[in-house]
C-alpha cells in the first residue's frame, strides 16, 4: 500500500500516516499542495461554495506534519516546538491554529521508513488571504532548516467555517 501510495503522489512528497493523534484513532491523507480535493458527502463543499447554512464562510485549511527526530538521534523537545510556535507559527498565523501530537511515519530519500513522534498544526484562513502561502513556506523552510528536517509535510483544502 505505501508503495502505490507514494507512486500515487510522487516522488518528492514525503507520506505521512498519522497513526495516533492525542489517543483518537485519527487518519489523514496527504495529498500533493494544490491538488484539488473533491466534494464530500458532509464537508459542506460544492464547487467551491458553502452549503452548510448562511452563516458558514469558504476557508482555506492548511495541515503541516512536523517531525520531532533529529538526524543525530535527539527529538525536538516540548519547550524547542512550543519556541518555534509562538516565535514562528503564531506571528504569521495570530487569529488561531490547532498543534496536535502524534506518531507518524514515512518514507524517506533513502528509502527507509522512519517512526517518528510529530507535531501536527491546523490553520484556518480566509480562501483568498494574501500571502498566505507564502507564510506557510516560511514556517516550513525555517523547521526545515532549525531541526535538520527532510521535510514538512503540507495538506491543503477547504472547509465552511462559522464562528
Same mark, same amino acid.
Given at each position: 500500500?505505501?508503495e502505490?501510495?507514494q507512486?500515487?503522489?510522487g516522488?518528492?512528497?514525503?507520506?505521512?500516516?498519522?497513526?495516533?493523534?492525542?489517543?483518537?484513532?485519527?487518519l489523514?491523507?496527504?495529498?500533493?499542495?494544490?491538488?484539488?480535493?473533491?466534494a =464530500?458527502q458532509?464537508?459542506? @463543499? @460544492?464547487?467551491?461554495?458553502?452549503?452548510?447554512?448562511?452563516?458558514a464562510?469558504l476557508? &482555506?485549511?492548511?495541515?503541516?506534519?512536523?517531525?520531532?527526530?533529529?538526524p543525530?538521534?535527539?527529538? @525536538?523537545?516540548?519547550?524547542?516546538?512550543? &519556541?518555534?510556535l509562538?516565535?514562528?507559527?503564531?506571528?504569521r498565523?495570530?487569529?488561531?491554529?490547532?498543534v496536535?501530537?502524534?506518531?507518524?511515519?514515512?518514507?524517506?530519500s533513502?528509502?527507509?521508513?522512519?517512526?517518528?513522534?510529530?507535531?501536527f498544526v491546523?490553520?484556518h484562513?480566509?480562501?483568498?488571504?494574501?500571502?498566505s502561502?507564502?507564510?506557510?513556506?516560511?514556517?516550513?523552510d525555517r523547521?526545515?532548516?532549525?531541526? =535538520?528536517?527532510e521535510s514538512?509535510l503540507?495538506?491543503?483544502?477547504e472547509s465552511?467555517?462559522?464562528?
Amino acid at each position: 500500500m505505501v508503495e502505490t501510495m507514494q507512486k500515487d503522489i510522487g516522488r518528492n512528497l514525503i507520506a505521512w500516516i498519522l497513526v495516533t493523534v492525542c489517543a483518537g484513532g485519527f487518519l489523514s491523507h496527504a495529498l500533493e499542495p494544490g491538488v484539488a480535493i473533491p466534494a =464530500q458527502q458532509g464537508n459542506g @463543499v @460544492v464547487r467551491g461554495e458553502c452549503t452548510n447554512g448562511e452563516q458558514a464562510q469558504l476557508w &482555506a485549511r492548511t495541515e503541516l506534519y512536523f517531525g520531532r527526530a533529529k538526524p543525530d538521534g535527539s527529538t @525536538v523537545t516540548d519547550d524547542e516546538f512550543r &519556541a518555534f510556535l509562538d516565535d514562528i507559527i503564531t506571528p504569521r498565523f495570530p487569529n488561531g491554529l490547532t498543534v496536535l501530537s502524534g506518531a507518524g511515519q514515512f518514507r524517506g530519500s533513502s528509502g527507509m521508513i522512519t517512526r517518528e513522534e510529530a507535531m501536527f498544526v491546523i490553520l484556518h484562513y480566509p480562501a483568498r488571504e494574501k500571502n498566505s502561502g507564502t507564510r506557510i513556506e516560511e514556517i516550513r523552510d525555517r523547521y526545515r532548516k532549525t531541526f =535538520q528536517q527532510e521535510s514538512v509535510l503540507r495538506v491543503d483544502g477547504e472547509s465552511c467555517v462559522s464562528f
